[in-house]
């Protein structure tokens, strides 16, 4: 008979005691590592932990560079590399461990849910001065009176973008939609100015795909977003994008992850030359729309390019490479105000201020059958129909039998809705307005005709 014979576990192998010199350097490494925001991930994405930094959490990295890691930062600090080497678990062990990242702008660093032993790191990024402020260049002032001559609009923009950094937790329901000729400043504007205050949170896209397309997550991480001359007469994704634009929470699906619901803190600018970008209904408060953006002095194409160019934004291109003029920048957005009274007391992050120009956008967006639709209803003597009662009022002008779908986004523009109402002992589908209720709508449509 065999007798089996009980092995002893081994003894867990003693830390290595390094010398004062060692110790230093590796203690200066690790103390690198943390005020870099390197934290250990442990998530879905891969089984097993990897390294990651809040300040640029798209790039985990494999434990193993922890030690390469060290060898760069010896020989960048002149200083002979430990011996024998650490473990990367000896190196990270200082380090954090977090299961994901969030965005939460004016949030903790380091954010733990209710009950949870999950733990994120916040990555959002507030404007670090490095320079005193210098005094402000006129060319700044000059570019925004050339982009909004109106004083009432230039002010309402100067609030909007003020109100992003002073309030950048605070997402508003409406963004800006910048009509504009070419080469007015306003890609200036985002790129030398807005994005570097913005600690690059932000993004532009040439294609409402790269917003609404599956794996896309340019809704998280970004206080704004420039919808560059984004071109799209389809109706599902302007639907799509007003849905986006209104909601403080969108779905994301982020590649490999868990899909799910996420805070969002994204503005919209959409620049450009279109005279129609999109069609704006009567009742909508998502856009606020300014006088087209146009050269200064009644120039026009390529003149008034190069005037502007000339003029406004090569001066103030080589102002901003001065030290302490993105702090002047970002001073004055933090601290902006009109009068004497509060700062943005009459900025208003739900509700926009209408324009002519908004106005002139939702006259060109009204076909002739939208214009007949709003007409009819607003003289239609209950204000409660069915679909076919609309249909035949088109039939009866000579006017073509919209189909289903056209008839529902006909109600659905005229701010109707519809629901089952039972009226004289039937139950059957009912539009009314969606001012009214549904109790409403029912007791209007039971009244006996000879009432």
């Known amino acids: 008979m065999t007798h089996l014979a009980l092995v002893k576990p081994e003894a867990p192998a003693e830390e290595h005691k390094y010398s004062a010199y060692d110790a230093t350097t590796i203690k200066g490494h690790q103390a690198m590592l943390q005020a870099g925001r390197y934290f250990k991930l442990y998530n879905a994405a891969s089984p097993f932990p990897r390294i990651v930094s809040g300040d640029n959490y798209k790039e985990p990295l494999p434990m193993s560079w922890l030690t390469a890691d060290l060898g760069d930062y010896c020989q960048e600090h002149h200083r002979k590399r430990p011996s024998p080497m650490p473990s990367p678990d000896y190196i990270a062990a200082p380090l954090e461990t977090v299961t994901g990242y969030i965005f ?23 404007f670090e001065p490095q320079h005193p402020a210098i005094p402000l260049s006129m060319h700044f002032h000059r570019l925004f009176e050339c982009l909004f001559p109106d004083p009432v609009e230039r002010h309402t ?31 200036f504007l985002y790129k030398a100015i807005l994005r570097p205050l913005l600690c690059k949170q932000t993004a532009l896209l040439k294609r409402y795909s790269e917003l609404t397309g599956k794996f896309s997550m340019v809704m998280e991480g970004t206080i ?84 502007r160019k000339k003029e406004i934004i090569e001066p103030l291109a080589d102002w901003i490479k001065l030290d302490g003029a993105l702090e002047a920048m970002h001073e004055f957005f933090m601290n902006y105000k009109l009068t004497d009274c509060a700062p943005l007391e009459d900025f208003d992050p739900m509700s926009p201020p209408m324009t002519d120009t ?20 607003s003289n239609h003597a209950t204000k409660v129909l069915k679909s076919g009662e609309l249909c035949a009022a088109f039939t009866g002008v000579s ?53």
């Open 104 to 126: 939460r702008p004016k949030g903790s660093a380091m954010v733990r849910p209710k009950r949870l032993r999950h733990k994120y790191v916040n990555i959002y990024q507030e």
């Open 157 to 187: 923009f100067l609030q909007y973008v003020a109100h992003m950094f002073q309030h950048p937790d605070i997402r508003p329901s409406w963004h800006a939609m910048l009509l504009s000729d070419t080469g007015t400043g306003k890609g």
């Open 224 to 307: 704004l977003i420039l919808l560059d001359d984004c071109k799209s007469k389809r109706e599902d994704i302007q639907t799509q994008l007003k849905s986006l634009m209104s909601e403080d929470t969108v779905f994301l699906e982020p590649k490999g992850l868990q899909a799910g619901m996420v805070d969002t803190y994204s503005r919209f600018f959409l620049a450009t030359n279109e005279e129609k970008p999109l069609d704006i209904n009567q009742s909508d408060r998502r856009w606020w729309i300014p006088k087209r953006l146009c050269y200064s002095n009644g120039l026009k194409a390529d003149a008034g390019r190069k005037q």
């Open 358 to 377: 908004l106005y002139e956008q939702i006259a060109k967006s009204v076909t002739v059958e939208q214009a007949f639709a709003t007409d009819y209803l």
């Open 399 to 451: 006017m073509g039998k919209p189909s289903n779908q056209a008839i529902g986004k006909l109600f659905d523009d005229c701010e109707y809705r519809q629901d089952f109402l039972t009226v004289h002992g039937v139950k059957a589908r009912w539009w009314f307005p969606t001012s009214m209720s549904k109790a409403e709508a029912e007791c209007t449509a039971n009244v006996p005709p000879e009432f």
